[in-house]
């Protein structure tokens, strides 16, 4: 079973999304059942990518889900334009959700953000 953390930076993305999707709980929920567990436990990573050039490693990798269904928009099915950035630590079988966005309101991820994270972990904090 993957046990799920997240940063204080997720989690005023995650308020302030949740504002405008009222079921974004519900479907975030779904989301690491029918993306993470599938791609990490089962090998089935259909919905998710690793991210290139972020300093993977061996034992922390990092990831983007970029079809999210939510019953807050209807009629886009999987394509909402929400997506998900988080860091897998796989021998830990361990998940560290870093950002939420909507695509409308930012283009990519905050890169400056996973390098941070990286650089955290790469000093033994957190």
């Known amino acids: 079973m993957i046990k799920y953390k997240t940063l204080p930076e997720f989690n005023r993305d995650f308020k302030k999304l949740a504002k405008r999707y009222i079921t974004l709980a519900e479907d975030f929920e779904r989301v690491k059942k029918n993306a993470i567990e599938l791609c990490h436990v089962k090998g089935m990573c259909h919905n998710v990518e690793e991210i290139k050039g972020a300093g993977n490693a061996e034992n922390l990798q990092f990831y983007k889900i970029r079809k999210i269904a939510s019953r807050s928009i209807p009629g886009r099915g999987n394509q909402t ?16 959700f870093l950002e939420i966005y909507f695509k409308g309101d930012k283009e990519n991820e ?9 650089r955290q972990k790469a000093k033994g904090k957190g």
């Open 81 to 96: 334009g929400l997506r998900v950035i988080y860091a897998f630590f796989p021998k830990l079988e361990e998940v560290v």
């Open 110 to 118: 905050d890169r400056g953000r996973i390098k941070e994270f990286s």
